[in-house]
């Protein structure tokens, strides 16, 4: 099966093909069924390459598919890598694919754009393939371009918004940034080692210069800042939220913005040697997941805190990657991968039954209506806020525990961070499920249950979400955990922990007591003082506006980047019109106006053309014989 | 037969003949005068070829002669052919009145 | 008589016939009068080719120039019945500016020769390279290749002069002058 692993990406590629030439011909429940069983069929087969894999000897397979460069120096094949780190995201990306595929049939259904929805859905989750899968940094490079682009399409799915196309561009631009680095990144890997393979490059990275590879390790995680959305290339995040909600919950939340965290570990060698890289890499993750959990604190919109939130938890899977508890961070994007989707889609399936309204202050009361919805809601966030026994409990454990290791003041920011997840968490669970209904009379009236196929995929999810922790059970505890062991032979450096048992239970203790403590300050203020945050254009406390306004990240980057680029454009084309554009006419000018002279020589008489002839002839004969 | 003549005569003879040529070339209107006009330079041309070819004893020019003749002939029943077409359309072989080269 | 041979007596006259009977080819304000007088001229030519020993150009000429050429010119002339009131006449200055130009370049060749060295003539009657004989025998090995090509040339010609002669009723040229 591991041979015939081109079927992965091979099912979504049919899959976008049918519905990207005969979308508009066949019927919507057909195009919806063939996009989600190509993304379910991926997922079959990659289970069943995982337990291959499981059961194998040699844990690293290298499938060549065909030569794809070929000159000189630059050989490079068309592989694909079959290893415990790719076979596991590919079950991710796979099966919460599917999933989200099968809720977006029911989420999409009275959208004109059926079939193309879920052409760009298959197409982003063959780029998502091709990006684990690829052997080699170019052909994630591909897939990683690909995904951005998606990403696009989909932000702008509702292209007649200019607001939505803008957010659309706004991803994509931000993600450039992060791709030239990245890109850079990839060129510097060619030159030092001669290849771009995984397999033929981290052998020989130790030998490497050790400038070199922090270079090396610096210009990746520019490109992993800009497609995970850290500081400062995370605005693009929440702005993203402007596509449907499924397509928030696929891409921004489950495996797009992984794709950073997946680079880093697949090129996890380039950190390990580079102490300033690593340490770089920490200390953005950990302020990016303060920064975006502190304007996570007061945003309205339903979708824009789960964004912040999605961007205050990548920052944490980096902190988690940059003290070197790589098998963490994956566990934590599993897991993540579980909740956060389910986050998303019951936030969709919240608006689904709103009609549309985003706005949280809008809301209120929904667990009458939304029994399904708010139950699966209520795991995720408990999971989320690090209840302990569920999923994200144990994931952010290992993170923070493996940070406090390290160094115990980025522990303490990232504990403070989670802290406040738990905080809004539960703020958005309050305001959208409890107290009285807040919209409209008309809305309430139409308040539903969503269809089963968006509550199927929130009770999978959810199940997920409360049992996905055993898959890395805190080894103190006497268990296994299995994660460490599956992710262990690609970890080429490795610090095992030497944290004694007691200052872990302590550190658990820690965090299980802070995350309760939160959840209760958000239940005495949204539950019991039913506060509801101030309707807009309220003067709100200064520190609070600001924070609603997310620090003015985006007016601070209008000012220093846009403004000045407005400023030397226009500088530019006034030295394009006046300057340039004179010396460009004035040439075309001169040419005209000496033709227009030479062209009185064109008489179109034969008899001067011969009298011209002549002289011409003479006066070679006289230079010529003098 | 002895022939005491200079060579440099036989070139003036080609030249003065040659220049007469395109005299008439550059002084006549009817592209048929012009016509036998060109006919006059290659002849002179030609009996320059033919005055060489006997002072280096060598048949080379009186060939090329014979062929300058054969490409004369062909040039003459082209180039009339296409003038008596000419004229078939505009009643003239004035080159004064044939400018259409200008458009 | 002058201290000339009969060589250099012959070569004087016909030169000064052959340029006499051009410049009447040019200045002639009859174009038939023109053919005529070309056809003087060519025989002038003819005669050098004979000072000069070569027999079958001579022959050649007459026949080529003088009876197809010229005659072709004639039939034209006659064809297109021009005669010397419809005759169209260059402007005064043109001709005179014609003229000059012909003199400065008549004066460049002059200056051209003026340095090369006096040679003289002086192969015998033993030359025999200007008979039929000589030159067949040229021509059929050394220059064989160019003589099939000629033959190519002159079909050439001949489909080409037909083609473009023949009356077209399809093709309407405007008939602007």
């Known amino acids: 099966m591991i041979q015939l692993v081109a079927l992965v990406p091979l099912f979504p590629l049919i899959g976008f093909l049918i519905n990207g030439f005969f979308g508009k011909k066949i019927s919507k429940s057909l ?28 844990k690293s397979h290298v499938v060549t598919i065909f030569s794809w460069f070929n000159s000189d120096t630059l050989k490079i094949p068309f592989e694909f890598v079959v290893d415990p780190l790719s076979s596991w995201f590919l079950l991710i990306i796979t099966g919460i694919g599917s999933l989200i595929h099968l809720y977006s049939t029911g989420y999409m259904h009275d959208d004109e754009g059926f079939a193309r929805f879920f052409t760009y859905l298959n197409l982003f989750v063959f780029f998502m393939l091709l990006l684990v899968l690829g052997n080699n940094y170019l052909i994630m490079f591909v897939g990683w371009e690909g995904v951005g682009l998606c990403s696009y399409l989909l932000i702008g799915f509702w292209f007649k918004n200019t607001e939505y ?28 080692f001669g290849s771009i393979s995984y397999n033929q490059v981290f052998p020989i990275a130790s030998g490497a210069n050790g400038t070199t590879v922090t270079a090396i390790a610096l210009l990746l995680f520019i490109g992993a800042m800009g497609k995970s959305a850290q500081l400062p290339l995370y605005t693009w995040l929440p702005d993203a939220m402007a596509g449907p909600t499924p397509v928030s919950a696929l891409i921004h939340a489950a495996t797009m913005v992984t794709a950073g965290i997946y680079m880093i570990v697949r090129s996890n060698i380039f950190y390990s040697m580079s102490e300033i890289a690593s340490e770089f890499v920490a200390v953005i993750g950990v302020i990016t997941a303060l920064f975006a959990a502190v304007i996570g604190l007061f945003q309205n919109d339903i979708k824009k805190v789960l964004a912040y939130s999605t961007v205050s ?20 994007v599993t897991t993540h991968a579980f909740f956060k989707a389910l986050l998303f889609l019951g936030a969709g399936s919240v608006i689904h039954a709103m009609g549309g309204e985003q706005d949280m202050r809008k809301m209120g009361g929904l667990s009458k209506h939304l029994k399904i919805t708010y139950a699966t809601m209520a795991i995720a966030t408990l999971a989320i806020s690090g209840f302990p026994g569920l999923s994200g409990f144990f ?8 940070t406090y290791e390290h160094s115990p003041v980025l522990w303490f920011v990232g504990q403070v961070a989670s802290m406040l997840t738990a905080f809004y968490m539960f703020r958005l669970l309050f305001l959208t499920f409890f107290g009285s209904f807040r919209g409209t009379h008309e809305q309430e009236h139409h308040l539903h249950e969503s269809p089963s196929s968006m509550t199927i995929p929130l009770i999978v999810l959810a199940v997920l979400s409360l049992v996905g922790g055993v898959l890395g059970l805190p080894e103190f505890w006497g268990m296994t955990n299995w994660m460490h062991h599956h992710l262990d032979v690609l970890i080429l450096h490795k610090n095992p922990s030497t944290m004694p048992h007691d200052t872990e239970w302590m550190l658990m203790g820690i965090a299980v007591a802070s995350a309760l403590a939160t959840i209760y300050v958000a239940y005495v203020i949204y539950r019991q003082k039913h506060i509801v945050p101030l309707p807009e254009g309220e003067k709100m406390p200064t520190l609070q506006r600001i924070i609603y306004h997310k ?49 009185k020589l064109q008489t179109g008489h034969i008899g001067f053309y011969i009298f011209a002839m002549v002289i011409g002839i003479i006066s070679i004969l006289f230079f010529v014989f003098n | 037969m002895l022939n005491g003549i200079p060579i440099n005569y036989y070139i003036m003879l080609s030249a003065i003949l040659f220049i007469i040529g395109v005299v008439g070339v550059m002084a006549r209107r009817n592209a048929i005068i012009i016509f036998m006009c060109i006919e006059l330079m290659l002849n002179a041309v030609n009996l320059l070829l033919v005055s060489f070819s006997t002072l280096h004893n060598d048949a080379s020019g009186q060939v090329f002669v014979f062929f300058i003749m054969a490409v004369a002939a062909a040039e003459v029943a082209v180039g009339l052919a296409i003038l008596s077409m000419v004229y078939r359309h505009l009643k003239t072989v004035d080159i004064d009145l044939l400018n259409r080269l200008k458009n | 008589m002058l201290g000339l041979t009969i060589t250099q007596w012959l070569f004087g006259i016909l030169s000064l016939m052959a340029i006499m009977f051009a410049l009447m080819v040019v200045f002639t304000r009859n174009p038939v009068n023109s053919v005529l007088y070309l056809v003087l001229t060519f025989f002038c030519i003819a005669g050098h080719y004979l000072l000069l020993n070569a027999q079958f150009l001579a022959v050649v000429h007459i026949v080529v120039y003088a009876g197809a050429i010229m005659v072709l010119f004639l039939f034209i002339i006659m064809l297109m019945n021009l005669n010397p009131d419809t005759e169209p006449r260059k402007h005064i200055m043109t001709r005179l500016i014609a003229g000059v130009i012909g003199g400065v370049l008549l004066f460049v060749f002059v200056g051209a020769l003026k340095g090369a060295e006096q040679l003289q003539l002086t192969q015998s009657g033993a030359s025999q390279i200007g ?22 040339l002159l079909l050439a010609a001949l489909v080409g002069a037909i083609m473009i002669g023949k009356k077209d009723t399809n093709i309407n040229v405007s008939r602007n002058s």
Request: hydrophobic fraction near 55%; charged fraction near 15%.
């Open chain 1, 395 to 402: 994931s952010k454990d290992e993170i923070l525990a493996h």
């Open chain 1, 551 to 599: 620090f003015y990240v985006d007016e601070i980057y209008d000012a220093l980047v846009r403004k000045p680029l407005d400023a030397m454009s226009a500088a530019f084309k006034f030295i394009d019109t006046k300057f340039i554009d004179a010396v460009v006419n004035g040439v075309g000018d001169a040419v005209n106006g000496g033709s227009g002279l030479v062209r």
């Open chain 1, 31 to 58: 195009a919806g069924l063939i996009a989600t069983l190509a993304v379910a069929a991926s997922f079959v087969v990659s289970l069943l390459i995982f337990f291959e894999l499981e059961h194998a000897e040699v």
């Open chain 1, 165 to 192: 196309n803008n957010a659309a561009k706004k991803a994509f631009i931000m993600n450039r940034i992060g791709d030239l680095g990245f890109l850079l990144g990839i060129i510097l890997i060619f030159i030092t």
């Open chain 1, 313 to 332: 938890q990548l920052g944490l899977m980096f902190l988690g990657l940059g003290v070197g508890a790589y098998s963490s961070s994956v566990f934590h």
């Open chain 3, 131 to 152: 008979l039929i004989k000589n030159l067949g025998h040229v021509l059929f090995t050394e220059y064989l290749f160019p003589f099939e090509i000629t033959s190519v």
